[in-house]
Nanobody
Framework: QVQLVESGGGLVQAGGSLRLSCAAS??????MGWFRQAPGKEREFVAG????????HYADSVKGRFTISRDNAKNTMYLQMNSLKPEDTAVYCC?????????????????WGQGTQVTVSS
């Protein structure tokens, strides 16, 4: 059983930055990812990272602006978000996958955090 806790969300102006953290209660060597869900919209894949951190994938909407990373010694994953836009406003959740390689499919993820709110004002 892995428990995930996100932190680092908040309110920021457009063009600003935030860094999200996802702390895992136990060690996970599998892939991890970030998803987001805005009001009235479906959950959306944001970024994924393999167990070793060697393979990374991003949604097209965040490429070049967001950076995912992980520190396996600290059982923590990060999402650095730069050049934020109002359309990035959502609840951001981290998740741990059932597999070692990355996936954009939420059904590949077995464990989920509660989420942290990110609000970008224009």
């Amino acid at each position: 059983q892995v428990q995930l806790v996100e932190s680092g969300g908040g309110l920021v102006q457009a063009g600003g930055s935030l860094r999200l953290s996802c702390a895992a209660s136990g060690r996970t060597s599998n892939a991890m990812g970030w998803f987001r869900q805005a009001p009235g919209k479906e959950r959306e894949f944001v970024a994924g990272i393999s167990g070793s951190g060697g393979t990374i994938h991003y949604a097209d909407s965040v490429k070049g602006r967001f950076t995912i990373s992980r520190d396996n010694a600290k059982n923590t994953m990060y999402l650095q978000m730069n050049s934020l836009k109002p359309e990035d406003t959502a609840v951001y959740c981290c998740a741990a996958a059932r597999r070692y390689s990355t996936s954009a499919d939420p059904y590949e993820y077995a464990y989920w955090g509660q989420g942290t709110q990110v609000t970008v004002s224009s």
